[in-house]
């Protein structure tokens, strides 16, 4: 059993076996190929046809052609088997190209639409969800799908037409031998069923432990920093050898069950075989069947329980493909909270800038009790256009909440947010975000060029106002060392750069995006003091004519802000100017006294 920490990174349970609701809603997913599902299906029925002339032309060589000594027929006949070999070759080669071509567009399709779903889904799911899950989605999961498309809907068809043709021909040619056949059936299906049982619960298992494995290579590698720094490789490394032993124990599972399988269908093969030798010789020198359909019963036989076992498999792919698609429309089914209003209503041109709270409580989930847990109560304050307002408090007093929620990452329970006077609510959430500019504490950059980190792939900013912006910024001389300049690759995460570099590129971002309203989350907090100076030269001309937003730990970034929010366990409890503030002898007053005790005012 795994320990109890892992329960994050937990898969939810599979649902049953065979699911005709799932099924129809994976099928919908081959509609725009419909004809390329006809074509190949058209082939398996070619092909299967096939199955079943060779035993028919070894029969009228064995009964007619030999025995009257028609030589110039049993060239034909020979040539006829060849063709049908070489067509058979063709048609398979066919079939592969197209079911494989049918389930990679279906999988093309599927991908495409759980990235557009995972970019429109809200903060809070993400909240919940390692990404090590979320990669198995998009990866293992759809490469499950993708089988079930190349190898099983279409590919059954042609087994079950195998079957037909092979049934047909038996109980045409003899329909005595063909009960003998059909006397180990009751076998087959009995051991294909347990075979089906035993490899359902291998396959769970497999599942739940990639996304556990995913899940904690993602993490651990995300954190090997800290991993190093403390010395936790050897634990670490004990923990991951826990983990991939169960996922190799149940792969090992899963194998020894394919590993009994097909040699027990081997051997009602061989045995089906034996009693069509005995009796089928016994009553060939009875004289009631004759030596060309004895040889044809032994091919079809021999072919006949090929098909029963590639169902049985098959069967076994759909079990894990219905695993996997339930998965995944679980998240593509995912109710988003935070989407645009179905009567949106449109900002007015030039945005003027001004933002207010008006009794805003928000909670981000609830306690133990069922009741909300309250990281802000009540809260409502007023940013005037152009204006440069700052909000202070401990940590945890929910100053970071507050931009969640402005940028309407998170819906508050209770109260509103106006922007110039508009509910943000009403307003469409590209807009919104259109005339906000956000640089956080922890910047994120992606491994792509430092103009794309720029400019984030906008196509209405040119090469030239990236490179103003980073002048303007203060960023344009270390890019320019750069071995490529603004074309230079970075690393993940932006790790190529110092933390410094990185905050100065996502500045210049904001300003490149050239927004109305600017929100700054402690964005200097992890800069040295040459480039905090760049940085604060440049954010005092960023802020000039826009509404400014500084949540701030450190009072010194804030002292020029022309009003000042006090938040403390969620409640606003000042507001005013710097001076006002200390006068009055609070909450602020404190901050300023501690950060500054040794410092003169």
């Known amino acids: 059993m795994p320990p109890a920490q892992d329960g994050f990174q937990e898969e939810e349970a599979l649902g049953k076996g065979y699911d005709a609701r799932l099924m129809r809603r994976l099928l919908q997913y081959l509609r725009p190929y419909k004809w390329y599902v006809a074509l190949a299906i058209l082939i398996l029925l070619v092909a299967s046809f096939l199955q079943v002339v060779g035993p028919w032309l070894t029969l009228i060589a064995l009964d007619d052609v030999i025995p009257n000594g028609n030589t110039s027929l049993l060239a ?65 999961d759809v490469e499950t799908l993708n089988e079930l498309f190349s190898s099983g809907v279409v590919a059954v ?33 009995l051991t294909a069923f347990l075979f089906r049982m ?19 290579l993602h993490e651990r590698i995300t954190g090997m920093m800290v991993v190093k720094l403390f010395n936790r490789e050897e634990h670490d490394a004990r923990r991951h050898r826990e983990i991939n032993q169960d996922y190799l124990e149940a792969h090992l599972r899963s194998i020894t069950y394919y590993a009994l399988f097909f040699p027990v269908i081997e051997l009602f093969t061989a045995i089906a075989l034996a009693l069509i030798i005995w009796r089928g010789g016994a009553t060939l020198l009875e004289g009631t069947v004759t030596v060309g359909v004895l040889a044809a019963f032994i091919q079809l036989t021999q072919r006949f329980f090929r098909p029963i076992q590639d169902l049985s498999e098959k069967y076994n792919l759909l079990q894990s493909a219905m695993a996997s698609s339930e998965r995944i429309f679980m998240l593509i089914d995912r109710e988003i909270e935070i989407v645009d209003p179905p009567d949106p209503v449109p900002l007015e041109l030039p945005v003027r800038g001004e933002i207010e709270f008006q009794n805003v409580w928000f909670a981000y989930g609830k306690d133990e009790e069922g009741d909300w847990d309250w990281v802000l109560k009540d809260v409502s304050f007023r940013a005037e256009p152009g204006q440069r307002l700052a909000i202070v408090g401990h940590t945890g007093a929910g100053k970071t909440t507050i931009i969640s929620l402005l940028m309407r990452f998170y819906q508050p329970q209770r109260g509103r947010i106006l922007l110039d006077g508009k509910p943000i609510d009403r307003l469409r959430l590209d807009e919104l975000r259109e005339h906000i500019g956000l ?11 430092v103009a794309h980190n720029i400019r984030l792939g906008a196509q209405n900013i040119t090469e030239d106002q990236v490179r103003q912006a980073a002048e303007r910024i203060g960023a344009a001389p270390f890019i320019e060392r750069l071995p490529g300049g603004y074309n230079q690759e970075l690393g993940e995460r932006g790790a190529t750069l110092s933390v410094g570099e990185r905050q100065l590129v996502s500045f210049a971002r904001a300003l490149a995006f050239d927004p109305q309203v600017l929100v700054l989350d402690e964005a200097t907090s992890s800069v040295d003091s040459e480039i905090e100076a760049q940085i604060e030269k440049a954010t005092n001309e960023l802020m000039a004519g826009r509404t400014s937003m500084v949540i701030a730990h450190r009072l010194s970034t804030i002292l020029g802000a022309d009003h000042i929010v006090v938040l403390h366990q969620g409640e606003l409890c000042e507001e005013g100017t710097h001076q006002e503030l200390l006068e009055h002898g609070g909450l602020y007053a404190r901050l300023h006294e501690l950060q500054f005790a040794r410092t003169p005012v």
Not at 164 to 175: K, P, V
Not at 207 to 216: K, M
Not at 439 to 449: I, R
């Open 439 to 449: 640089v956080l504490q922890d910047v994120f950059l992606f491994s792509q060029d």
């Open 198 to 216: 035993k490899l359902r619960n291998a396959y769970r298992d497999i599942r739940v432990r990639l996304a556990r494995i995913n899940a904690y």
């Open 157 to 189: 068809f042609g087994d079950l037409f195998t079957l037909g043709f092979i049934l047909s021909a038996m109980l045409y040619m003899d329909w005595r031998l063909a009960l003998i056949t059909f006397s180990v059936l009751p076998f087959v299906v």
């Open 76 to 140: 034909a006949l020979a040539a006829a088997y060849i063709a049908s070999v070489v067509l058979g070759f063709f048609l398979l080669y066919a079939q592969t190209v197209l079911t494989t071509w049918l389930g990679q567009r279906v999988m093309y399709d599927l991908r495409t639409e759980i990235f557009g779903k995972l970019q429109r889904l809200d903060l809070r799911f993400y909240d919940k969800n390692p990404v090590g899950r979320l990669m198995t989605r998009i990866t293992s």
